[in-house]
Structures are given as C-alpha cells and as structure tokens.
C-alpha cells in the first residue's frame, strides 16, 4: 500500500481528499496544493481512489495494545497457528471456494492496519484476492512426506506479520497423497482469538458440505462486523458502567505483586518471547474425581484447577498474594457471536493464600472471585493495566506472570464432508508470559501442556513442575480439607531424598583418635 503514505503526508497538511464517480476532489487552503503535490496526486490517482472506497475504521482496545507491541517489537509473538490432518478424499476446489466466501463474510480477514496522521486505523479492502497455496508432496514416501510437511510448518509458524501490507491469514494445503492432506492457518491475534478459531472450522465444516452438494451457502449474512464492534466498544467504554467496573478493578488490583517464581537464568532486562513447552496429562479417572469435587463445592472445573495452580504457585514462592491471568471470550452481546475477531479479553484472577487456608476454602474465594472478574470483565485488560501500572517494569508482563486456559477441543469434534479431522501437535517456540498452564477437557481426561519462558526456565524444571501439580492434585483430592501448606506437592522420590537422604548424618569416625588429632590429619 504505497499510496497510504503519500495519502498520509496530504493529511498532515490538512489536504482533504473525496470522490465524485471516478474523480478525486481535493480542499485545502490557497497555496497548500503546488504543482508537485498535484503531480504526484494524478500517479497515486488509483492507489488514492482504492483507499478512499474502501471502508476504515479505528481500532478496538485490544487491537490498539497489538498493534504498538508490533511496532515496538516486530515479531512472530502473536502468531495464531493450527495445522489439521484431513483423512479423506478432499475436493481442493470446494475447499477453495470454502475459504473465498469465509473472507467474503468476514471484513476482518479482508483487514490491514495503516497509520494515518499518527493514529493507526482498521483498513478494509473491499475485496479479497484470496487463492489458496497448495505444495504437492505426493512424490515422496509417506514418512518422509509428513517429516517435511512437519518441518516446514513449524517454519512456517514463525514468519511474521506485517500488518500494514500482508493478508493477516495464511492458508497452505500439503498433499501426501489423494487421502491425506495437511491444512496449515496462521492468522495475526489482530484479527483472531481462540473462539474465533471454532467459528472458523464451523464455518468450514457446514459450507464445505454445502458446496460439495452443489447447494448455496446456508449460513445467514452477518448483522454486524468486527469493525463495527470496535466504534462501538469506544462509545460505550465511556459509559457509567465500565466507569463502575473499571473502579472494581482498582480497588481489587492496586499493589499487587510481581510472581517471583524460582528462576533458572537472569531475567533479561526487556521481556523476551521466546518459549517451550511441555505436555500435561491428567487421566480420566483424576478428571472425573476433580468435576465430582467441583459440583459437590458448586464450582466448576475451572475454579478448581485455577485453585490447584495457585496452590502450587505459593508452594514455590512463598508468596501470599497470587494473581494469575486467565482468557475470557467476551462475546457478552448475541450479535457478536458469530463474528470472526479479537474479543477475548483476561482477567486478572488475585488472591490471598495463607498457610491455615484450607483448599475448600480456597475454592470458595476463587469461586466468588471469579464470578466478581466475570460481573466486570467489559473493562478491557489494556485500560485496567493503564488505570492501575501507568510506568511498568519492562522486563515484566504487565499484573499477571502467569496464565491458566482451560478449554474445549471444537476442532476434533467437527467434520469436511466424509474428511475426518486430526489436530497435529508441532512445537511452539512462544511464550508471551513467564509461565501458562492450557488444560483441554477431553474424553481421555485433561489434556495440555505448560507453556514456558525459555529465557527464564530451563525444561527439566518444568517437568517437575508438571509432576508437582499432578503430585498436588491427588494429594488434594484425597483431603480436600487439608490446610493448603501441608497438602503434598513433591515425588516419593523427592521426599526420601529431603526427608531421608539429607539427613542422614551419621558418619564413622576413627575410634582410636582423638577430635584433634582428626583436624591435623585435615
């Protein structure tokens, strides 16, 4: 978009442009126009009727903070990444034409970011260019196919955004053979959260069918688009009742402290991305007994492991006042369910953990916590960290170290015609805070993993921090009445060795010499 910075340099000097057909009219005060800007007006003449065609729109909050990190720190952070196994015979063209009327639905997916006077702004292009990359890799052996597959999508995953002239979604089918194929979506989080992503294979799911029978789309025409959520969201964050929450969060949040959690390296200076992670297994059994536990204290799921997190947490700092983070889809108005976008907002979860607490009372805080989080979570997160760390440390998150994501798995459950769906695990090299826990509720039990800090952590210390939480689990769960600083967290075998090993000091010392005669030997 080359015209955007010219167009942007008329503005500063307060030259107005419209559209009349096919003509441009401009206004400016006598003498601003001179015969160069003229002349460079008539060879950006396309560029600057494109722009002004097509529809802008300022940013939501959450956008806003994106879209200054990117300027900040131009990276592969705030890649959104899912890569599908599709087993089945797979008609490439219906697949196509899937994801051209999704663009065509969705403004969002047809979106840049450009500044403008210094102000950045949603860019809408009125029409998508979409096609969808196919790479044929029929001509290698199976394994030898899905290994390269596997390695360029890891590849692929780590590729930046340029948010002012890339499409903000890429999508790369891999043929191994007429059967199976891999489909590989990298989206920018400007225009995409989770939720969005199961919008976005339900869309898939239901007009890919559709297509394949030759039948029109039977999903209905959007009410409203993310844009319009976005003017809409700056309107009401001036209201009464986000002035209401907005001072909840306040009150809840001022001083609260930073997670100093045992580290394995420096903290830099300047918080860095780069990650790991490494996979979380609760079997069914354990997640059954831990939904029986959350209905028996009229809880859910999520209070209780967000309990067990915290738990685990004081364990390791010695901290009383734990605060972790933890995503909220946000779709609180029914207009805006449907809609591809970046909704999802985080809470700020504080307690206060003592010793003589024992874990039901813990649930009970956490529970009406949580519910008081969920009665104001319309501030977004970005205007609570102005209104409560207005100079923060750098080499921090802002309020929350930590996260905890628990989560269904949309995707596994949905279909392409006759295809069946596998979600293929490759490894992640982000992590945008210190430490996540994203926990999946399956058939088999919780399924998930830790995502982690690579500059912070080093991996062995976070599988014994997986083994600790599964250790806390079961120890909570066998008395959950248990004060929480005598509920177990270590190994057997971390036990003996505190408990055992490190005191055993019995020593045999020589018989026939005396304790002088011992140190000269020294």
Known sequence: MNGIKFIDKLIKLNIALSLEGDEILIEAREGVVTPQILKEIRSNKKSIIYFLRNKKSLLSFSQERLWFMDQYDHNASYNIVQAIKLIGKLDTKVLEKTFTEIIRRHEVLRTNFVTINDTPWQYIHEESKFKLETVDQS??????????????????????FDLENDSLIRLILYKVNDKDHTLFLNQHHIISDGWS???????????????LEN????????????????????????????????????????????????????????????????????????????????????????????????????????????????????????????????????LALRSELSGELSFVDLVKQIKQTTLEAYDNQDVPFEKVVDSILPGRKISYSPLVQAIMVLQNNPVSELSFGELSLKPIKFERV?????????????????????????????????????????????????????????????????????????????????????????????
């Open 197 to 211: 992503f199961f919008i976005l294979f339900k869309e898939i799911s239901i007009l890919y069918k559709a297509f």
């Open 430 to 522: 982000i992590s945008k805070f210190d430490i996540t826990l994203d926990l999946t509720e399956t058939t088999e039990g919780l399924v998930g993993m830790i995502e982690y800090n690579t500059d912070l952590f080093d991996r062995d210390r976070i599988a014994r921090m997986i083994e600790h939480f599964q250790v806390l689990t079961e120890s909570m769960l066998s008395n959950p009445r248990t004060q929480i600083r005598d509920l177990e967290f270590l190994t057997s075998k971390e036990s003996h060795q505190l408990l055992v090993e490190c005191n055993n000091t019995v020593v045999d010392y020589p018989k026939e010499k005396c304790i002088h005669q011992l140190f000269e030997k020294q």
């Open 139 to 160: 001509h290698l052996p199976q394994g030898e196919a899905n290994q390269r597959i596997q390695q360029t999508i890891e590849f692929e995953s780590q590729k930046p």
């Open 215 to 346: 039948k029109p789309s039977p999903l209905p025409e959007l009410e409203i688009q993310y844009s319009d959520y976005a003017v809409g969201q700056r309107k009401y964050i001036e209201g009464e009742i986000i002035n209401n929450q907005l001072k909840y969060w306040k009150g809840k949040l001022l001083n609260t402290s930073i997670l100093e959690l045992p580290l394995d390296k420096v903290r830099p200076k300047k918080q860095t991305f780069n990650g790991s992670n490494l996979p979380v297994y609760i079997n069914k059994d354990i997640t059954n007994k831990l939904n029986l536990f959350s209905r028996r204290n009229e809880a859910t799921l999520f209070m209780t492991l967000l309990s067990i997190f915290k738990v685990l947490l004081y364990k390791y700092t010695g901290q009383k006042d734990i605060c972790v983070g933890s995503p909220i889809a946000n779709r609180t108005k029914v207009e805006i369910e449907p809609l591809l976008g970046f909704f999802v907002n985080t």
